[in-house]
């Protein structure tokens, strides 16, 4: 599996630039560049909300189930596009919000819930399992 590009500040903020000073095309900038044409309209959406703050690198965080809840509810009574939601949020990806969506319309809240790593906090004992602090 390879591991995903990671594009430099300057380098964002310059194709951002571009296509905001309309010097070329979001289509034919990111073309030239071999990025998905997503990709750099994120990148428009991140600055026109935040700034060039917003360029700078993403920490990956971990939402928790209220957080992205918020969201949801936040996407479906705005109107806006995954791309435009995830800008406000500083999600990192629209597909991450997508499936969030998936998730909580099949499941409800419940499945929001990220269970990752639970399993390292409990310790098998004689009598059953023993939940760590």
Do not use: P
């Amino acid at each position: 599996m390879s591991r995903k590009q990671k594009y430099d500040y300057q380098f964002k903020l310059d194709l951002v630039n571009k296509v905001m000073r309309e010097e070329n095309c979001v289509h034919g900038l990111s073309k030239l560049h071999g990025l998905a044409k997503s990709q750099l309209q994120f990148w428009c959406k991140l600055h026109g909300h935040h700034g060039e703050k917003g360029l700078e690198n993403m920490v990956v965080k971990r939402y928790t189930a209220d957080e992205k809840l918020e969201i949801i509810r936040y996407y479906q009574a705005s109107g806006l596009s995954l791309i435009d939601t995830c800008a406000i949020f500083m999600v990192a990806s629209f597909s991450t919000l997508y499936q969030w969506i998936v998730k909580f319309e099949q499941g409800g809240y419940q499945v929001l819930v990220d269970k990752r790593g639970d399993h390292f906090k409990k310790e098998k004992t004689a009598k059953g399992w023993l939940i760590k602090k």
